[in-house]
């Protein structure tokens, strides 16, 4: 079995803003796999079959709590840290490239650090989503991560989110490896 959690923020507030870019990630999963959200503990969850069971979840406990969600469900499923996969912003990265990882820091990111101490291990795969630096770094970091993407940033956007879905298949199908050597270039 494998858990894959999308990280942002619930409300109406946060729905397009960059931080949100995992539950972005997520919703293609759900139209692509045709499954519905439901509300559960901590999240909205959807399962599919894909060469197994595979969970899906939507935090509802605002991206600094996230590890809280990943946690409860890998617990009650039994899912360890090499099968379970968060997606995520990164600031460090251009925006809309993509980089997998299997494991390492939070990088600042306070959703990725919830996690790492909630499972107790960095050894988890990440699906990270470039946002871009805000021009003033040290002023305008958390309006930078809450705001929208503006126009000319909506089509880079819009096919990170294609592209990391199809990277996340890729994991499920042939695993970490072969998903970075496949996307992590350029």
Known sequence: ??????????????????H??????????AERWGFAWRAERLALVGEIYRGGKVLILKPTTYMNLSGQAVRHYADYFQIGPQD????????????????VRKKGG??????????????GTDAFVRFKIGIGHPMNYEEAV??????????DELPAAAEAVQKTADAIECWLADGAETTMNRFNGG
């Open 84 to 99: 379970t996969a968060v997606v995520h912003d990164d600031m460090d990265l251009p925006g809309g490239k993509i980089r």
């Open 106 to 119: 939070a990088g600042g990111h306070n959703g990725i650090k919830s996690v790492m101490e909630e499972l």
């Open 1 to 18: 079995m494998k858990l894959i959690a999308g990280l942002g923020n619930m409300g109406e507030k946060f729905k397009n803003s960059r």
């Open 20 to 29: 949100n870019i995992g539950f972005a990630v997520a919703d293609q999963l």
């Open 142 to 151: 958390l309006r930078h991560v809450l705001s929208g993407f503006a126009e």
